[in-house]
């Protein structure tokens, strides 16, 4: 009777980024949006930093390989979105931090957003929803 | 002398580019039992967001009309998703025309297995526990 789809508990946990360097990659993720280091894994390939969002629990698995590969961002994945109530504090923080503008600020059905991309060269979206 | 505070600011969701919005909507229904809000439907592009009960991290489909190839590069994921049932999650995933990636390994209390989605986006499969 009861669908299997619905009785299973499956969400999202976390998204990983690769990127030059994970130590470096941290310092942006924790200075601008606040995420806190959880765990590291330091294998002989790679070194993985898993920082989490005090405020919901979403993982940001940051992950370098040991020996430097070059990194393609693809088209296909991105960006990674954040809520904000402070989308301008939010964003000079970002920008003194590295980033760069890519689109916006504009607004669109009354939620303001702007496109960054982090030096990394992630895309990352800003959203501030209504008044807040 | 006051020190800015700072923006709140939460994690919110992660699009991900898909050739078939409605093929795709349907893959991470069957398999995640994911429920989707409406179309945005746009000049350039179409997108859902797509959500797990109660769970605040929504996972956006977004098709372009521009036909470019996609490619999915080196940069990002996998997604991350927990559950307390893999074997059941990755055997609907495959069903669905998902591969492999990693074949399901223990690690301490944690099973985790790698799959790749019919779109090419690279999911990890977590469960905590038996």
Request: net charge negative.
């Amino acid at each position: 009777m009861s669908d299997a789809a619905t009785s299973l508990q499956v969400r999202p946990s976390f998204v990983k980024l690769t990127v030059a360097d994970a130590e470096e990659t941290e310092k942006f993720y924790a200075h601008v949006f606040g995420l806190v280091r959880d765990s590291a894994n330091d294998l002989p390939g790679f070194l993985e930093i898993i920082l989490k969002s005090p405020d919901n629990g979403l993982g940001l698995v940051l992950m370098s390989y040991k020996k430097s590969l070059p990194l393609d961002p693809g088209n296909s994945w991105g960006p990674l979105g954040f809520d904000t109530n402070d989308l301008d504090a939010l964003t000079d923080r970002a920008v003194t931090a590295g980033a760069t503008v890519t689109m916006g600020p504009g607004k669109f059905e009354g939620t303001r957003y702007v496109f960054l991309k982090s030096p990394d060269g992630h895309q990352i979206e800003l959203l501030q929803r209504g008044d807040g | 002398m006051t020190e800015t505070p700072t923006p709140r600011c939460d994690p919110g969701f992660v699009k991900l580019h898909v050739p078939d919005l409605e093929a795709a909507i349907g893959w991470f229904e069957a398999v995640f039992g994911w429920s989707h809000g409406q179309v945005l439907d746009l000049a350039d592009f179409r997108q859902v967001a797509l959500s797990a009960p109660g769970n605040p991290f929504d996972v956006i489909l977004r098709c372009w009309k521009d036909g470019k190839p996609r490619d999915i590069g080196n940069g990002w994921g996998p997604l991350g998703v927990r559950t307390d049932n893999l074997e059941a999650v990755l055997g609907r995933a495959l069903d669905r025309g998902a591969a492999v990636v990693k074949e399901p390994t223990s690690a301490g209390a944690v099973t985790f297995s790698i799959v790749q989605t019919p779109d090419g986006h690279e999911i990890e499969l977590i469960q905590q526990g038996t």
